[in-house]
């Protein structure tokens, strides 16, 4: 299989596309195109996401400045879209010269000397070393228990869609992540989601 992290939409004509080349796309956040993204898929080929940074648009960007939220909402408008995967660079990624990630939270740091630059905290970090603790392993922030929270999320509508129920799940999710760039700031929303959707699946098991 054919992978590439680029975007279904050409940025530029002139550049040409990758059309017949690519098996699985797996653009931004910001520059998934809901349209061309959808036509790829007809024609069987898969999408998958990503997201580093804070690049372009507002989506839900993973940073320890940021909400919870953004760890378990990209999942929902995956699902949205129908794309099923997730790529991230980095879990355990710490910046030169950070002694204690535990209280200094910069992991990606491209300030120059002048200390001009963007400062990315928590970028490509999603478990501490447990040794500072005093724990023989990795210690899971709470960043990666969100995104493993949305994971959950997603299986729950992935069950219900194998179910022949989509249409249905789609009905919580669409007020909640209606795109990338949309999608509900208060977290009890997706937990009040999540126990429809457990409903919607008890009720479709055969007694």
């Given at each position: 299989k054919v992978m590439v992290v680029e975007q279904t939409k050409t940025q530029d004509a002139a550049w040409g596309d990758l059309y017949g080349a690519v098996d699985i796309w797996c653009p931004l956040f910001s520059l998934h195109d809901p349209e061309t993204g959808a036509q790829r898929q007809a024609l069987g080929e898969v999408l998958w996401t990503y997201t580093a940074l804070c690049q372009r648009d507002p989506t839900p960007w993973w940073h320890t400045d940021f909400p919870l939220l953004n760890y378990r909402v990209p999942a929902w408008q995956s699902w949205r879209y129908r794309i099923r995967g997730l790529l991230y660079w980095g879990g355990m990624v710490y910046w030169r010269g950070v002694e204690d990630p535990w209280t200094d939270p910069k992991t990606l740091d491209r300030r120059?000397?002048?200390?001009?630059?963007?400062?990315?905290?928590?970028?490509?970090?999603?478990?501490?070393?447990?040794?500072?603790?005093?724990?023989?392993?990795?210690?899971?922030?709470?960043?990666?228990?969100?995104?493993?929270?949305?994971?959950?999320?997603?299986?729950?509508?992935?069950?219900?869609?194998?179910?022949?129920l989509a249409s249905e799940a789609e009905k919580i999710v669409l007020p909640l992540a209606s795109t990338f760039f949309q999608w509900d700031k208060a977290p009890t929303a997706y937990n009040a989601a999540r126990a429809k959707l457990a409903e919607m699946i008890v009720r479709s098991k055969p007694r």
């Open positions: 120059n000397k002048d200390g001009k630059g963007p400062l990315y905290n928590g970028e490509g970090a999603l478990v501490y070393p447990g040794r500072v603790v005093g724990y023989d392993g990795i210690a899971d922030s709470l960043r990666l228990k969100a995104l493993r929270d949305g994971i959950e999320d997603y299986e729950y509508l992935a069950i219900l869609e194998r179910s022949g």
